[in-house]
């Protein structure tokens, strides 16, 4: 079992960045995927980031290069660059450990002048 908790969302101009990071209440190293996702207003819950123990990552299509996802002992991190209003969402991390999923309660990024 994790508990995961998000900081770093906020309002931010277009092209601007942000960094987004998910304190994990343990040691991560074991825990074999964990990620970004997203909600629009009105929209579904969508995957933006994952990445693995040994670092293999993958990103939705629309975001690789402008979105980076990391991780270390204890935390996975969200750099955010190039953002624009379609980004605009509440950012969940995520991580899947033996079957089960864990979520934290999310941070609100808002990209708007």
């Known amino acids: 079992q994790v508990e995961l908790v998000e900081s770093g969302g906020g309002l931010v101009q277009p092209g601007g960045s942000l960094r987004l990071s998910c304190a994990a209440s343990r040691i991560i190293s074991d825990i074999p995927v964990m990620g970004w996702y997203r909600q629009a207003p009105g929209k579904q819950r969508e995957q933006v980031a994952l990445i693995t123990p040994t670092g293999r990552t993958n990103y939705a299509d629309s975001l690789e290069g402008r979105f980076t996802i990391s991780r270390d002992k204890n935390t996975v991190s969200l750099q955010m660059n190039s953002l624009g209003p379609e980004d605009t969402a509440v950012y969940y991390c995520?991580?899947?450990?033996?079957?089960?999923?864990?979520w934290g309660k999310g941070t609100q990024v808002t990209v708007s002048l």
């Open positions: 995520n991580a899947v450990s033996f079957g089960a999923q864990y």
